[in-house]
């Protein structure tokens, strides 16, 4: 059957318009949508959609049927999307011999090669586009990027075809620049995760949802231990790659519509929709151990997380509180050593809250309460004293034993390796 003559170019025509009025963008399902409606309307068996980095470089967003891995650098392919960009048309190619990264059935294809632009219309005295009543995007000197399709060997494609493809790679190039705007807005740079904000957002949905479907969400809270360590010894910037390689870590461990975030510094979180204790029980261990066993951290450098996790409706019943819970399961996994994955349960004191810095100071009681903080203070006083150092270690004895309430006690230095 023609691709043209059917119902399903007017139907990815439509579904493109749709994906550009959306309020949200994820670029990798936005691609593989925009990918999937082209090979469909141009009955394609293989195909990619790729863009151009900051670099000028082409990188695969998304891909079906080609190898990836070499795709974008087989020569013969590279030659046709650098011509297709160049003369800025669709680049058809009959009879192609398909091979290496690309093999197709018959051993050869019809390739198109569509060239991905922003172009800028016609505007009426306000400003707006006349056509869509909204205000245009800037024309791209250069391509955001190409779309690749790859038909059976057949007759060449129609001229009709040809210009609807140029059509709708205007279409895919206002997508995905919404999307990588929504991208940029949305992802941390450093890692490539969601940012804070959006943990609010997709907890709040995916909780609603599961009021709904009846299903569960879990949340696994997850922290980095001894980052700080690494930064004072071997400085911020290879601290930076621990945090980065273990977020790429996270990201490889969980399934595609799992939303993984970076919470703060060394604090990740992973929403998992649809997923009971037992399974967000399985996923955290298995990030666990993904950690543990990786070895491209550096020489002499030992990764480890902690992690912390709740269920909702299980365990909470609202995003906050689920939040609060899988927080306070990760603090006590910290304290019980790190390189653990807990579960919350009734147990756990409600007070444990890393952010709670006078968790024992602050005891309730008047009396031992000001007591506690002015030996606090005390403590700050001798600390950043003149005094000769065998009687800050004696003084800051003496404080201990009063906020211990103990009578006697020993104060051990480590020298070379020994006490």
């Not at 680049?91 to 060239?115: E, H, K």
């Not at 930064?231 to 399934?255: F, H, M, P, T, Y």
């Not at 399974?279 to 450098?301: N, Q």
Request: net charge neutral; hydrophobic share 40%.
């Amino acid at each position: 059957m023609d691709p043209t003559a059917s119902p399903a170019v007017w139907t990815a025509l439509y579904e493109t318009e749709q994906l550009i009025s959306a309020k949200t963008f994820d670029l990798r399902r936005t691609a593989r949508s925009c990918l999937d409606l082209a090979m469909q309307m141009a009955g394609a068996e293989a195909g990619f959609l790729a863009t151009y980095d900051r670099g000028q470089d082409l990188v695969l967003v998304s891909s079906r049927g080609v190898d990836e891995a070499g795709v974008l650098e087989e020569p013969r392919l590279a030659q046709c999307y650098e011509l297709a960009c160049e003369q800025d048309e669709v680049l058809v190619r009959i009879g192609f011999t398909t091979g290496g990264p690309l093999r197709l059935r018959g051993g050869s294809a019809n390739l198109l090669v569509v060239p991905l632009r922003l172009r800028l219309r016609p505007r009426d005295e306000s400003g707006l586009d006349k056509e869509r009543r909204r205000y245009p995007s800037q024309e791209v000197k250069k391509p955001l990027g190409i779309l690749f399709l790859a038909t059976p060997h057949g007759p060449e494609p129609s001229a009709h075809l040809v210009d609807v493809l140029i059509n709708y790679g205007e279409h895919v190039s206002e997508v995905l620049t919404n999307a990588n705007l929504y991208h940029d807005a949305t992802r941390d740079p450093l890692t490539d995760l969601y940012r804070r904000p959006e943990l609010e957002r997709h907890l709040a949905v995916e909780t609603r949802l599961a009021l709904h479907t009846n299903t569960p969400v879990g949340l696994i809270m997850i922290d980095i231990d001894g980052l700080s360590r690494i930064n004072e010894d071997q400085g911020r910037a290879r601290g930076d790659k621990v945090i980065s390689r273990v977020a790429r870590l996270i990201r490889a461990q969980v399934r595609e519509g799992d939303a993984c975030i970076r919470y703060g510094g060394e604090e990740f979180a992973v929403v998992l929709p649809g997923t009971d204790a037992d399974g967000s029980l399985a996923t955290a261990e298995k990030i666990r151990r993904a950690v543990e066993d990786y070895p491209g951290f550096g020489a002499g450098v030992k990764v480890a997380i902690s992690a912390g996790l709740a269920v909702f409706p299980q365990h909470a019943d609202s995003p906050e509180k689920l939040l609060r819970k899988a927080d306070q399961t990760l603090f006590i996994a910290k304290q019980e050593g790190g390189n653990k994955v807990l579960l919350w349960h009734r147990r756990i004191p409600k007070h444990a809250l890393r952010s709670d810095k006078l968790i024992g100071i602050i005891t309730g009681n008047q009396a031992k309460d000001y007591r506690n903080v002015m030996l606090l203070l005390d403590t700050i006083v001798v600390v950043n004293s003149v005094l000769e150092r065998k009687q800050v270690l004696t003084t800051l004895l003496d404080i201990m034993l009063q906020l211990s309430g103990c009578s006697r006690g020993v104060l051990y230095l480590e020298r070379e390796g020994r006490l």
